[in-house]
């Protein structure tokens, strides 16, 4: 069965100063977009291909499409909400990696036995971070 990768879209983008907020979604687009090769290759030493990754979006970047290899899901409200959803109703029973800082998103996911990673882990060019 397919491994499960979701990305906290706003929480990756987040990590990273580098003038983000006057385009979120232009930076929740340039991140699914720079996803796409992870989706094909997984991540060495935490997931292997074949895997389903869900970007999860928020706000002014809930208009952001899918493209093949990288399935987008807009939160009606809160993203940390619709991540915790999408571990329980697809996450069971497989393996499922979250990719987040959010100290209370990762309390929550992995309750429900996914495992967490930091930004980084999925950032090209960093290192992995804080793997759980």
Known sequence: MESLLIVDAANVVGSVPDGWWRDRHG?????????VDT??????GLVDPPLELV???EGAARQVASVPGVRVVSAD??????MVRLVAEEGAGRDCLVVTADRGLRERVQALGAR????RTVRRGRGRDDVR
Do not use: F, K, Q
């Open 27 to 35: 930076a929740a687009e340039r991140l699914r977009d720079a996803l």
């Open 39 to 44: 989706a094909a290759t997984g991540l060495p």
């Open 55 to 57: 970007l999860v979006v």
């Open 77 to 82: 409200g809160s993203g940390d909400d619709a």
């Open 116 to 119: 967490v990673a930091g930004p």
